[in-house]
């Protein structure tokens, strides 16, 4: 049968500068590159690239371009190319269209329509290279402010303690490569932030970072043991994640190799399924029954976060996590990554994180409860501006998944799910993950921090301020530019000139 | 009595099998180890020092040169006096008008780091440390370094003869 | 014509000049002397707004609240009297005498009651009382309804309006006041409606505040106070600084000193150089109050029935100078303020950023009058230290 799916890149060689040196057919896992065993030249079979990009970065000579596929259907409104190859893959395949990564449609990035502030003239800013500049946060429950000696029971609120209000989001082993763990753990270390272990477990090689690790429990409870909730500085309980809310996960069975297996806890190859909901949590008394053994099991030394995908009632669900026990909100919206999602889930469930944000927190201020929960938000956090936004919106720090993967070297390519990824990141394959070397990776990840550190500052200091708590839900630091009335009004901001 | 010399490192871990060091290494010693383009494809190939192995499944992978030993199996078996070990610098260097092309050292090297059959020149060939650069071609063409240069200290021994 | 807004309907950033002068004695003096303390500082203010606190002005009716309040007009004041009379009884009334004065124009209808809270529907309890009146005072300057109470307080009350502040106390006749303690600020809006409720100080309760500076944190400040209740209906820094001293030291009973090192906190890097004890008390502290930390250029003086503190921003972004001799301590903006109306000067110094300087007057000195009514007694303030 005739496989209508089409190529979407086309790989293009410049021969006068290709000297043949089989680079590009060692490194494309896709086997786009093969050399012709009849004159031993270099060729291609575009319809496998997926546009990684990895063989245009690798060739010595610059002589690779991949660029999206020209040809295309005719143009219509409705009927895009896009849309006719999902079909045709679909009519192809019979399968649901499965995808890597987050949200792709180019729906309005909400974070670009809000600007913020800078001092002029009234009140000065402050230099952030001849001041200090606090970025410090504290994570974790706070007392409620009705008597003094409540701030006199330290050990009753366990804190989280960042020196930027970054952290990486919950990636698992096995989704990722070990060496990815590696890299961000290390990172977080040395930047006095947290990683997630997401919910395949903590490897041995890795415990060495759990001062700095949030473990995270999810329906499928893989790799979760005491002595794993011992080992993290934080407990995170994931019901949901932006890029698939309301199902589960999926592991496929190959990219359950021994190390991965072991981690787990579970046979090696078998799918490793992480249900929609907890089975134990279908309600939020069984949430808040479930915190509470979480924090029995662990004498109330850690915190715990509470995760979930940003859907359309979120105000209220975050209000009743709050309520049962959750020290740590955590809200991750519809452009939120994952390693495999279905597309049509990623592209057509959830809400954008910044009104979930601007809803949760205005919400958990009008019940008076806000200053005694965190607040942490994730799903398409792609720089610092992004990350000042969102703390002026309300927040208290910020998870960043995807863009600390694109500072180890990923490309969106979007096919994480194949386990076949060029860039040693979202593969456990031995072949792949040697790529990412770990000391360039923990380097990588750290300048990414430390160059948002900088940012911060900067952007803190032309708003004269000088701590990253007078920015957190100071609204009146941004303003709305093209949003309608409606949406400033939810967002809780001004139109720019106002 | 010491001296510091320099080494190539390898990280096997993280080599990715791309090749690109080898490639480095033969372009450095072509006739024009400026341009990739010209270096390959002007005249014959030139002839790199070294060599990228893969295991049999195709899962992991080294980069193969010469270790520079102390007390160099090729040095001691090579029949025509063109393998020597410069004192001052530890690297042990083959001399192509000497060499006759017998393949003693290829089969002596332990490391199997002296390249020569195949080549088609009748002559052994190994690495040089690229002395004259700041760094080897290959430590400084290795995208994901594997390849680390050391200065390490070595003790000259007294016994041994120049 | 479009209306302008005023104070509550938009949020006016402001420069200033400000001025405190205390007696630690708690002996009273004429009004005239912070008059001409402030008027030092002229060039500080533009004329849009200028304001005087005072207190142990009223000693033979100490035992009642003073009510300073602003009336658009007779309506508005009417309905006003209807609310007060209904919580409290009012034991005298009339307005607030005031001298012609060339240079203010269009003064509100300015009037002063003398009021009980006895006969009130509230609670005996005085916590609850106080409650009750923060709520009344709020409750009728948030309506906006044409009535903006200026200052509601036992022996003291706020002197303010459109004009510089010289002329201001010139207008209020402030030099047939005596007072052991007042506090002046003028006022450089850098737009202005020129409302006379706008002007400075701030008063709640007893507790009044003059600032100079902008807040950048502002919003985060409010945000974080209004989930206590507070309504901060003239978005200005200075009403947000009352109001959070006034929860942090009213309502959670913390002494000033808490509450300065949760406004201006010292810097992290600072605290590990500290003890680490004190370090760890202060880091929870502020992780608990972060959302009050007062980011920006400031200086404020927070005035109460027993004294001041004055406080500047943690880095010292704006100018603020003190001076004490044996009777007086003395708060500008500018020093050449403070050796005007000071003599006989022991000591003046610029305080350093998030340092603060206190005047308290002593509560023990044999010549001073009595403070509050039941001083020593059941009092307020008294049964207020038993909450907590
Ligand atoms: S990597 Fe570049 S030079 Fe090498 S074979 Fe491929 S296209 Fe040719
Ligand atoms: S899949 Fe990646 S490495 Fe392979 S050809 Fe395409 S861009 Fe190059
Ligand atoms: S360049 Fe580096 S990664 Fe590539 S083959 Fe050589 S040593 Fe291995
Ligand atoms: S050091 Fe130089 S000669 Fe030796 S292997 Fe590396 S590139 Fe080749």
Redesign the pocket.
């Known amino acids: 049968m005739l496989k209508l799916q089409k190529a979407k890149f086309e790989i293009g060689r410049d021969f006068d500068r290709c000297v043949g040196c089989g680079?590009c057919v060692n490194q494309c896992a896709n086997e786009v590159h093969f050399r012709d065993p009849y004159d031993e030249s270099v060729c291609a079979d575009d319809i496998k690239c997926v546009g990684c990009q990895r063989c245009v970065h690798l060739c010595p000579t610059g002589a690779l371009r991949v660029v999206s596929f020209a040809s295309r259907t005719r143009e219509h409104g409705l009927w895009t190319s896009t849309v006719i190859n999902e079909i045709h893959l679909q009519s192809d395949s019979g399968g649901i269209l499965l995808s890597g990564m987050g949200h792709s449609r180019p729906d309005t990035v909400y974070w670009d329509r809000i600007l913020l502030n800078a001092s002029q003239v009234t009140n000065p800013s402050i230099d952030p290279l001849r001041e200090p500049m606090e970025l410090k946060t504290f994570l974790g429950r706070k007392p409620p402010l009705n008597r003094k000696n409540s701030l006199d029971a330290p050990e009753k609120y366990p804190q989280l303690e960042l020196e930027i209000p970054v952290m990486f989001a919950a990636m698992s082993f096995g989704s990722v490569s070990l060496n990815v763990h590696k890299s961000l753990a290390r990172a977080a270390m040395s930047q006095k932030t947290y990683w997630n272990t997401g919910e395949g477990g903590l490897h041995p090689e890795v415990r060495a970072y759990r001062d700095r690790a949030i473990v995270q429990v999810a329906s499928g409870r893989f790799g979760v043991s005491p002595e794993y909730l011992e080992e993290g500085a934080c407990i995170e309980i994931k019901i949901g994640q932006g890029a698939k809310p309301g199902i589960g996960g999926h592991l496929p069975g190959e990219k359950v190799t021994g190390e991965v297996a072991r981690t787990r806890k579970i046979p090696p190859g078998s799918d490793a399924i992480s249900p929609a909901p907890h089975h134990d949590i279908y309600s939020i008394e069984d949430l808040s029954q479930l915190i509470y053994s979480l924090k029995e099991a662990t004498a109330y030394r850690k915190p715990v976060a509470v995760k979930i995908a940003a859907v359309h009632n979120v105000a209220a669900i975050c209000s009743g996590m709050a309520r049962a026990g959750a020290d740590i909100l955590v809200i991750d919206g519809y452009r939120g990554g994952s390693g495999a999602t279905p597309l049509r889930i990623r592209n057509d469930v959830g809400i954008p994180v910044e009104f979930a944000l601007a809803a949760v927190d205005r919400r958990l201020r009008e019940e008076g409860i806000r200053n005694e929960v965190s607040l942490v938000v994730s799903g398409g956090i792609r720089n610092s501006a992004d990350v000042a936004k969102a703390i002026a919106l309300g927040a208290d720090a910020v998870y960043i998944g995807t863009a600390a993967l694109v500072a180890l070297g990923c490309h969106m390519c979007q096919n994480c799910y194949t386990g076949k990824c060029n860039w040693g990141i979202a593969t456990v394959n031995p072949r792949l993950a040697?790529?990412l070397n770990p000391d360039i990776g923990t380097l990588r990840a750290e300048n990414l921090l430390r160059a948002w550190k900088h940012e911060l500052a900067e952007f803190l200091g032309g708003m004269g301020m000088n701590a990253i708590e007078s920015l957190r839900g100071n609204r009146l630091m941004l303003r709305g530019l093209g949003l309608t009335e409606r949406e400033l009004e939810i967002l809780g901001i001004k139109a720019v000139g106002e | 009595m010491t001296a510091v010399v320099r080494r190539v490192e390898?990280?096997?871990e993280?080599?990715?099998?791309?090749?690109?060091?080898?490639?480095?290494c033969q372009v450095a010693h072509s006739a024009y180890p400026l341009s990739i383009v010209k270096a390959m494809k002007t005249g014959s190939r030139p002839v790199p020092r070294m060599s990228?192995e893969s295991s049999a499944d195709g899962m992991s992978?080294?980069?193969v040169r010469c270790l520079q030993c102390e007390d160099p199996e090729c040095v001691k078996i090579c029949i025509s006096g063109a393998a020597t070990r410069d004192e001052e610098t530890g690297v042990v260097l083959i001399d192509e008008q000497k060499c006759v092309g017998c393949w003693s050292c290829v089969i002596a090297c332990p490391e199997g780091a002296i390249i020569g059959p195949g080549t088609g020149r009748g002559k052994a060939y190994k690495c040089d440390l690229c002395l004259e650069r700041e760094f080897p071609a290959?430590v400084a063409?290795?995208?994901?370094?594997?390849?680390i240069l050391r200065e390490v200290e070595v003790v000259e021994s007294t016994t041994r003869e120049g | 014509m479009k209306k302008m807004l005023r104070e509550g309907d938009v949020r006016i950033p402001a420069g200033c000049a400000i001025a405190a002068l205390v007696n630690l004695r708690g002996l009273p003096f004429a009004g005239t002397r912070i008059a001409d303390c402030i008027a030092v500082m002229r060039e500080r203010s533009n004329g849009l707004g200028g304001g005087f606190a005072a207190y142990g002005i009223y000693p033979e009716m100490k035992d009642y609240y003073a009510v300073h309040v602003f009336f658009d007009g007779i309506p508005e004041k009417r309905e006003f009297e209807y609310q007060l009379r209904r919580h409290f009884r009012v034991v005298s009334t009339g307005p607030i005498p005031t001298r012609r004065n060339d240079e203010i124009h269009n003064p509100p209808i300015i009037w002063r009651y003398f009021v009980s809270p006895e006969n009130s529907l509230l609670a005996e309890e005085p916590v609850r009382r106080q409650e009750f009146m923060v709520s009344f005072i709020t409750g009728v300057n948030a309506a906006s309804n044409g009535a903006y109470i200026v200052s509601f307080g036992k022996n003291m009350g706020v002197f303010k309006g459109v004009g510089f502040p010289e002329d201001i106390a010139d207008f209020f006749r402030l030099d047939e006041y005596r007072g052991y303690l007042w506090t002046a600020h003028g006022r450089f809006p850098t737009n202005t409606p020129g409302w006379w409720g706008g002007a400075h100080p701030f008063a709640l309760l007893e507790t009044t505040v003059i600032h100079n500076g902008e807040i950048s944190s502002y919003d985060a400040n409010r945000r974080f106070i209004e989930m206590y209740g507070y309504r901060c209906s003239l978005q200005t820094d200075t009403e947000v600084i009352a109001y959070i001293f006034d929860f942090l030291c009213r309502r959670l009973g913390m002494s000033q000193e808490e509450a300065a090192l949760i406004v201006a906190p010292p810097l992290w890097d600072e605290l590990a150089m500290m003890e680490e004890e004190t370090a760890n008390r202060i880091t929870r502290i502020r992780a608990v109050f972060s959302s009050l930390l007062l980011n920006g250029p400031f200086s404020i003086v927070l005035a109460t029935p027993d004294g001041i503190m004055a406080l500047n921003d943690r880095l010292k972004l704006r100018p603020m100078v003190a001076a004490e001799n044996e009777d007086f301590v003395a708060v500008a903006s500018e020093e050449a303020a403070i050796r005007k109306i000071l003599t006989g000067i022991n000591r003046i110094w610029s305080p350093r950023g998030g340092e603060p300087v206190w005047g308290k007057v002593d509560l023990t000195h044999p010549e001073r009058e009595p403070l509050y009514a039941g001083e020593g007694g059941s009092d307020d303030a008294e049964a207020a230290k038993s909450k907590i």
């Not at chain 2, 063409?141 to 390849?147: D, E, F, G, I, T």
């Open positions: 680079v040697r790529r | 390898a990280q096997d993280y080599c990715m099998g791309c090749g690109l060091c080898r490639l480095a990228v992978f080294r980069s290959c063409a290795c995208p994901n370094r594997a390849l």
